[in-house]
T-cell receptor, first 113, second 111 residues
Framework: GENVEQHPSTLSVQEGDSAVIKCTYS??????FPWYKQELGKRPQLIID?????GEKKDQRIAVTLNKTAKHFSLHITETQPEDSAVYFC????????????FGQGTRLTINP | DVKVTQSSRYLVKRTGEKVFLECVQD?????MFWYRQDPGLGLRLIYF???????EKGDIPEGYSVSREKKERFSLILESASTNQTSMYLC??????????FGPGTRLTVT
C-alpha cells in the first residue's frame, strides 16, 4: 500500500522568512496530494491541494510543487507570520471512490517573532 | 458551512470496557472516516464508509469496529478497550472524493 514520509518533523523559522516541508510517496498511482493545517487544539483543515496533472499550484503565500518522477511534493510558505504556526500534514490518494488518504507524520512549524 | 460533530471531546474509560464514539455530519456527504492521531505518527485511518451500511478497513482496524446505519452518522466501537487505544480520535466526512472535513476530535484515555 501507499506510504507517505514527511520531513522535517519540526521546523522553526523567523517571521518573514520562508518555510518548506517535503513529502515523498511510494505508490506511483497516487494522483491527489492535499495539505492540511492543524492549529493547536483545533481540527485539521485543508489549505491547498494539487493533482498529478499539474506541477505547481499557488494560493497567496502558500504553494505546492509536485515532482511525479521523483514521487515527492513540497509545501512552500513565504513571508511567514505568527498565525502560520501549526502542525502541517501532507497526504496522498489515488483519487477514486471514497478518496482514502494516507497521511504523513506531520511537521510542527513554529514562527519566531 | 460544513459541520462535523463528535459526541465527546474527552472520554475516560477503563480497560475492557466497550466504548462508542459517535460522529455526525450535516452536509449529506457520502464518505465518512475514522482516524486516530498520535504524536509522530500523523493521522492513521481506522475505517471508512462510502455509503450507508458499507464499511472498509483502513490501515489499523484491529481492535475496532464501525457502524453506519444512517448517512449522517458514523460510529466507532472499541469492543474491549485497551491502554494502547489511548489516543485522539478524529472523524471526517467528504463528498465524491474531495476535501475531507474533520470533527473536533475525541481524546480517549483508557486506564
Amino acid at each position: 500500500g501507499e506510504n507517505v514520509e514527511q520531513h522535517p518533523s519540526t521546523l522553526s523559522v523567523q517571521e518573514g522568512d520562508s518555510a518548506v516541508i517535503k513529502c515523498t510517496y511510494s505508490d506511483s498511482a497516487s494522483n491527489y496530494f492535499p495539505w492540511y493545517k492543524q492549529e493547536l487544539g483545533k481540527r485539521p483543515q485543508l489549505i491547498i491541494d494539487i493533482r498529478s496533472n499539474v506541477g505547481e499550484k499557488k494560493d497567496q503565500r502558500i504553494a505546492v510543487t509536485l515532482n511525479k518522477t521523483a514521487k515527492h511534493f513540497s509545501l512552500h510558505i513565504t513571508e511567514t507570520q505568527p498565525e502560520d504556526s501549526a502542525v502541517y500534514f501532507c497526504a496522498a490518494s489515488k483519487g477514486q471512490g471514497a478518496q482514502k488518504l494516507v497521511f504523513g507524520q506531520g511537521t510542527r512549524l513554529t514562527i519566531n517573532p | 458551512d460544513v459541520k462535523v460533530t463528535q459526541s465527546s471531546r474527552y472520554l475516560v474509560k477503563r480497560t475492557g470496557e466497550k466504548v462508542f464514539l459517535e460522529c455526525v455530519q450535516d452536509m449529506d456527504h457520502e464518505n465518512m472516516f475514522w482516524y486516530r492521531q498520535d504524536p509522530g505518527l500523523g493521522l492513521r485511518l481506522i475505517y471508512f464508509s462510502y455509503d450507508v451500511k458499507m464499511k472498509e478497513k483502513g490501515d489499523i482496524p484491529e481492535g475496532y469496529s464501525v457502524s453506519r446505519e444512517k448517512k449522517e452518522r458514523f460510529s466507532l466501537i472499541l469492543e474491549s478497550a485497551s491502554t494502547n487505544q489511548t489516543s485522539m480520535y478524529l472523524c471526517a466526512s467528504s463528498s465524491h472524493g474531495v476535501e475531507q472535513y474533520f470533527g473536533p476530535g475525541t481524546r480517549l484515555t483508557v486506564t
